[in-house]
């Protein structure tokens, strides 16, 4: 019989029961008691959930992150928290809620000077948008185990009768998401490590422990030699340890290290098998024969139904070759998906029939085990239904509309490109706007106040009258306009008071676009996302923020700069349809987001930005397939940015903008202005501009505007004199490094009054 197995099961809960728990506690209004309560009562569902396995997952839960637990299992505190008294009096959970989210302790009690105590970094897991803490090393860090927290999950499994398979993060995977503080090199300590990680595969086995799963999910990256080489030490050094090690893979395909990761000495591998038959069959060619092999054959990162008749007969042949050796499981952690579909109340049955959360994929896993041990004959009634819904899918009138494939199908060259090039561009916008040296903006929304907040739910909930809303919304608008004037800044935005999130607002205008009223995923910590479903072709019915915009211009002489979401962000932030490529539907959000462009160019818009926050975060694994992305990423930008003439300006706004290695990218979206985060690096981020000779307008951001501090006109005037030294001045703006949303206005005031004061020193400077 095949053995069926999951990676990791989403802790949050069906109703998000775990992040208001862990937000209770923060406020001090739960005790830990309470909060462990909670967590218990998570695991013990979630586990039942999963019964039917041969194995379930202990480990996977995590109160805010698990590679932060693993950190705490291997005794890995940074430097700076382990000698704060406060720090080593308190709880160790506080400790561990202290890294996570920082912590302001009054009292330092040794003599080492403090940076302070902010939270740990936090970076993307992988090509996914959930975030972890990132590990910090030194050359002097030891390593201590800490096993409690892991021991007590599996006595919890073992107590309500699971069969239970402990998960921890690989030591390389572990090493190689680290960052060293000190210019050692953290593969160094992969020696001291190891003694730990013996230490705790002991363990487990004395506590009659029969498989370990041990993430390595670097295998599906590029991988130096020595990495290579660690991860030949790590298995070599943890073979002889009584426990079976189940060396598991994710996110991708093993590629050039296919040969390595089937050699390495260990008991099973686990390998995603999406889409990936063919290393699959090789996979199986190579195989020692005492090995067992685990395929991902549901995937752990979308909601679409898997097409179970079509994984069958895939799969009988291989079962019939490895029999018990065939372990099946979803592809990575549910970690990625939300729970449970039948929460779903409000889902048109049509589409809730295409879909599969968390307990439905596991569901899924079974009938294809089911299938494999009895026959098809034994699970024939749910393997009609499976083929029903993929058809459904296949053919439904919801999803194929053939005027939008064939308007893609007809995108046409000159469509890609601006009518002239940027440095006539240029010259007519300077006409037309005659704005000053260093013109000041800023990104987009100004503070979503707990008014408008509430003003939006009361709407939704059908308490407050549609025209009464809008009223609401446009005093907010007038305000913002109001505060600008004052504030003198140059080109003015409406503040987006109307949009609950860059990606939703748009997404509940198009057509093609679903949404789940419990599809939550953590996102880090307590914070969930909702991203929106994707399912169909995309079109827009109707304009979507040309009255918002209109209206905004109409209070003011200044120029209004219109604000949209890019069709690359727009994609990257939904749960999209897998039954074509990412190209082909961000191509027809980028068609929608040019006739919206157009449309507010028609109507006098005369600059317009297009945010493409999350541009660089879609960047594949694997460097060798970034260009590929790149080059239908930045077309989805211009088809949805050049429809326009000369003298609209075009702006694009970028987070995180760590960009020197796609720098040439970013300059071929040939916006005629971007926006980009630099603040928190000092400008370093700039470097990249002594190389390459960026050739339109560029606005770094001058203050970080996830700190609530006001910055100084000092610094500002500092960060701008090392911007100019880079970019010319003709071609600086002056703004924040991201949108205002999030903060209050008696932030936002002084904040934005001292850079316009800072750009003002420069200008005088200028003319001297
Ligand atoms: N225009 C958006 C805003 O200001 C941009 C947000 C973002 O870059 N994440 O909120
Ligand atoms: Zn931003």
């Avoid at 700076?80 to 308190?90: I, L, P, V, Y």
Wanted: aromatic share 8%; proline share 4%.
């Amino acid at each position: 019989m095949p053995t069926i197995h999951n990676l990791g099961f989403p802790r949050i809960g069906k109703k998000r029961e775990l992040k208001f728990a862990l937000e209770k506690y923060w406020q001090g209004n739960c005790s830990q008691q309470a909060l462990e309560e909670t967590a218990a009562e998570l695991r013990q569902q979630h586990w039942a959930e999963q019964k039917h396995l041969d194995f379930v997952p202990a480990g996977d839960f995590s109160f805010y992150d698990q590679v932060l637990d693993t950190s705490f299992l291997l005794g890995n505190i940074p430097e700076q928290f382990k000698c704060a008294e406060s720090f080593k009096k308190s709880h160790l959970l506080d400790q561990y809620f202290s890294i996570a989210r920082g912590h302001s302790f009054d009292e330092h009690g040794c003599d080492c000077v403090h940076q302070d105590l902010s939270a740990g970094e936090m970076t993307k897991w992988f090509d996914t948008n959930y975030h972890y803490i990132v590990p910090e090393f030194r050359t002097n860090t030891r390593f201590s185990l800490h096993p409690q927290h892991l021991l007590a999950q599996i006595d919890q499994a073992k107590k309500e009768n699971h069969r239970v398979k402990p998960v921890i993060i690989g030591p390389v995977t572990y090493l190689w998401l680290g960052k060293s503080k000190d210019e050692s090199d953290r593969v160094e300590l992969l020696e001291s490590l190891l003694n730990v990680y013996s230490e705790l595969l002991q363990l487990l086995s004395e506590q009659g422990i029969e498989w370990v799963q041990i993430d390595e999910p670097v295998l599906v990256t590029e991988l130096s030699e020595q990495w290579r080489h660690a991860l030949r030490a790590a298995y070599y050094r943890l073979q002889n340890i009584p426990v079976k090690i189940l060396l598991t893979t994710y996110f991708g395909k093993l590629q050039e290290n296919l040969r390595l990761s089937c050699e390495l000495p260990v008991d099973g591998l686990h390998i995603n098998a999406l889409d990936n038959e063919l290393e699959v069959a090789k996979v199986i060619d190579w195989f020692p024969s005492h090995k067992v092999l685990s395929l991902g054959i549901i995937n752990g990162r979308n909601i679409w139904k898997s097409d179970l008749n079509h994984l069958l007969n895939w799969l009988k042949p291989i079962y019939e070759r490895l029999q018990e050796r065939l372990w099946l499981a979803p592809s990575c952690s549910l970690l990625h998906v939300p729970v449970d579909l039948n929460s779903e109340q409000k889902l048109a049955a049509e589409i809730k029939d295409w879909l599969a959360f968390a307990v439905q994929k596991l569901d899924e896993l079974d009938i294809i085990n089911q299938a494999l041990i009895h026959g098809v004959d034994k699970v024939q009634q749910q393997l009609e239904e499976n083929k029903r819904c993929i058809i459904s899918r296949q053919q439904s009138e919801r999803i194929h509309k053939p005027q939008v494939k064939s308007r893609v199908a007809s995108i046409t060259a000159d469509m890609v490109h601006r009518k002239s090039a940027y440095a006539v561009r240029a010259k007519v916008q300077q006409q037309r706007f005659n704005l000053p040296v260093y013109p000041t903006t800023t990104i987009g929304s100004f503070p979503q106040t707990g008014d408008i907040r509430r003003a939006r739910l009361q709407y939704r909930s059908g308490l407050l009258a549609e025209v009464d809303y809008l009223h609401i919304i446009q005093q907010e608008i007038k305000r913002s306009i109001d505060e600008q004037e004052e504030l003198g800044l140059d080109v003015l935005v409406h503040g987006e008071a109307e949009r609950n999130d860059m990606v939703e607002y748009f997404g509940e205008l198009l057509d093609g676009y679903a949404f789940s009223q419990f599809g939550w995923v953590q996102s880090y910590g307590s914070r969930c996302v909702k991203p929106p479903i994707l399912f169909g072709d995309i079109s827009r019915p109707e304009a979507m923020t040309v009255k918002w915009i209109k209206y905004a211009q109409s209070l003011t002489d200044k120029p209004m700069k219109g604000m949209l979401t890019g069709p690359v962000t727009i994609l990257n932030w939904s749960f999209v349809r897998d039954d074509q490529s990412r190209s082909e539907t961000c191509f027809q959000i980028a068609l929608a987001i040019r006739d919206e462009v157009r449309d507010l160019e028609r109507a006098g818009i005369s600059i317009i930005q297009i945010d493409e926050a999350a541009l660089r975060e879609g960047l594949p694994l694997r460097k060798s397939q970034w260009n590929d992305y790149l080059d239908w990423a930045i077309k989805a930008f211009r088809i949805a940015a050049n429809g326009v003439q000369d003298e609209t300006q075009i702006h694009t706004h970028m987070c995180y903008s760590e960009f020197n290695d796609i720098i040439e990218a970013i300059a071929e979206m040939d916006a005629d202005v971007i926006t980009i985060e630099t603040s928190r690096s000092d400008m370093e981020l700039l470097d990249v501009f002594d190389e390459f000779q960026y050739p339109n307008e560029i606005g770094p951001g001058v203050y970080d505007i996830h700190s609530p501090n006001i910055p100084s006109v000092a610094a500002m005037v500092e960060l701008l004199q090392q911007a100019s030294i880079r970019i010319p001045a003709q071609r600086l703006w002056v703004n924040p490094d991201c949108g205002l949303k999030t903060r209050q206005w008696d932030e936002v005031k002084p904040a934005l009054s001292n850079m316009i004061k800072a750009t003002q020193q420069l200008r005088t400077a200028l003319q001297v």
